[in-house]
């Protein structure tokens, strides 16, 4: 009864990953979710995607006896260069040591591209030894995975073993304003592989990110759920992201003072901890 749980570098939005990593770290960290998701972290290019700079970070967490199973690389596949972008993602995931790449599947409005180049895009990851785990947005852009019941008939239509799904809950508060959360969430288990756990508030400006426990969902009984069946999680708590009142993200001017964000993985942590000893 137990899952295996990361935890994601987009809590430290704005710093070098040698400093993320030592903090991590310090919080008792051993299993990290590499993140590199655009418009949700600082800026960077495909190109920085490189092997070398892969082997950089693994060694760099090796150093503090942690790895990276998970990867975080989100883009839309149904760009017309998603091909060339995922490789990029799988490449230097395998690199770091990951097994899956986190993505977003596709809008909508691009998801007959992204189903005509499906095939295409399983290769890709399969000759770097990769599964790609496909997650829900929270942008309020109609996608090809809004909510729970869009899951099994995506993975049926795709009928690949390449394909996964990381479900990320509090994408549903901003996403799916009608559903809750929560019901939605357990709703999926079965379908779903990987979670994203992050706890999200509603403002007068939009949503806003929290410590665990301290949000508008009530994320325990699904830790409760995840631990009875050791369904692997990560927590995702980008401490410096907003969302407006359309669900859009921006990030605030100047990173999250460091001590503060050690003090809310902390938290966390804890409260994940005090969750599993119940069970």
Avoid at 51 to 75: K, P, T, W
Avoid at 81 to 95: G, K, V
Avoid at 229 to 247: M, W
């Amino acid at each position: 009864m137990s899952s295996y749980v990361s935890v994601s570098t987009a809590a430290y939005d704005g710093y070098a990953f040698e400093e993320i990593f030592s903090s991590l770290a310090r919080c008792g960290v051993r299993q990290v979710e590499v993140a590199f998701i655009e418009g949700y972290v600082e800026a960077f290019t495909d190109d920085d995607l490189s092997v070398a700079y892969a082997r950089e970070l693994q060694a760099e967490m090796r150093r503090h006896n942690q790895e990276c199973r998970y990867f975080s690389g989100h883009i839309d596949l149904g760009e017309h260069n998603a091909c060339q972008r995922l490789e990029a993602r799988c490449r230097f995931a395998a690199e770091l040591g990951a097994r899956y790449v986190i993505t977003n599947a596709a809008s909508m409005a691009s998801s007959d591209i992204f189903l005509s180049q499906a095939d295409q895009l399983a290769a890709i990851a399969r000759a770097h030894g990769i599964r790609i785990l496909l997650e829900n947005p929270g942008n309020r852009v109609a996608n090809l995975i809004d909510k729970s019941s869009d899951l099994r008939p995506l993975m049926q239509r795709l009928a690949s073993g390449d394909f996964g799904i990381n479900f990320d809950v509090g994408n549903l508060l901003s996403h799916c304003s009608s559903l809750d959360p929560l019901t939605d969430a357990l709703a999926a288990i079965s379908d779903v592989d990987h979670f994203h756990i992050k706890s999200c508030s509603r403002v007068k400006d939009g949503i806003v990110f929290t410590s665990l426990g301290e949000g508008d969902i009530d994320e325990a009984p699904l830790i409760r759920e995840l631990f009875s069946r050791s369904i692997p999680f990560s927590l995702e708590l980008p401490f410096r992201l907003r969302r407006d009142t359309e669900a859009q993200p921006w990030r605030l001017n100047s990173c999250v003072p460091m001590t503060e964000i050690e003090n809310n993985i902390k938290r966390s942590i804890d409260w994940i901890n005090a969750i599993k000893q119940e069970i």
